[in-house]
Every structure is written in structure tokens, then in C-alpha cells.
């Protein structure tokens, strides 16, 4: 029933690594556009790296060089691997699909990264 369903959160180290998984539950190829989106306590969520359908990637400045958004449409799923982490980096980690006008969104996985 749920289109997006995220997993791969935990808790690591600063420095460490961690890589995320969205699986959706009809083809890739159907949404726009997938991403990641974090929201932390008390902050507002934002968008963490999103990529089109036709495989065009986005950052924020924040993760630029640390995070990769990939995707495996063979197995409908979107990837978030994420090194280097940070403290800050630490959020619930939301998937999100767009298909035309409607957004679809998972029930988020926490990361958690101790300094």
C-alpha cells in the first residue's frame, strides 16, 4: 500500500558511512523526479539531493561532495549513500516521488551521527 517506503537509517560515527534505500512500489520511470529530504528537530525540512527520471542529480551546498543519490530502476529503488557524515547531518530522512501533481512520501528512516 505505501509507495515509498525508506531504509538503511541508523546510528554511526562522525565520519562514518551510511547508505539509504527507497523502494517504490510501481517503476521509477513513473515519477518526475525522486529525492531525499531531511528534517531535524525543531528545523524545517529540506531537500537533501533529488534526481529526475532521466537520471539529472541536485544537491544541497551542505552534502555536495559527501552524499550520492542514485537509482536502480530494475529494482525500483532510489539510493542515498552518504559518507563523511557530519553531526549536523543528523534527521529523519524522508523519500520523496513526484508524479505530475502529486507527491508521494515514505515514513522516513533516522540517522543519528555522534560526534
Known amino acids: 500500500q505505501s509507495q515509498l517506503v525508506e531504509s538503511g537509517g541508523g546510528l554511526v560515527q562522525a565520519g562514518g558511512s551510511l547508505r539509504l534505500s527507497c523502494a517504490a512500489s510501481?517503476?521509477?520511470?513513473?515519477?518526475?523526479?525522486m529525492g531525499w529530504y531531511r528534517q531535524a528537530p525543531g528545523k524545517q525540512r529540506e531537500l537533501v539531493a533529488g534526481i529526475t527520471s532521466g537520471g539529472i542529480t541536485n544537491y544541497a551546498d551542505s552534502v555536495k561532495g559527501r552524499f550520492t543519490i542514485s537509482k536502480d530502476n530494475a529494482k525500483n529503488t532510489v539510493y542515498l549513500q552518504m559518507n563523511s557524515l557530519k553531526p549536523e547531518d543528523t534527521a529523519v530522512y524522508y523519500c520523496r516521488g513526484r508524479r505530475i501533481q502529486t507527491y508521494y512520501w515514505g515514513q522516513g528512516t533516522q540517522v543519528t551521527v555522534s560526534s
Open positions: 510501481r517503476s521509477l520511470f513513473s515519477f518526475n523526479e
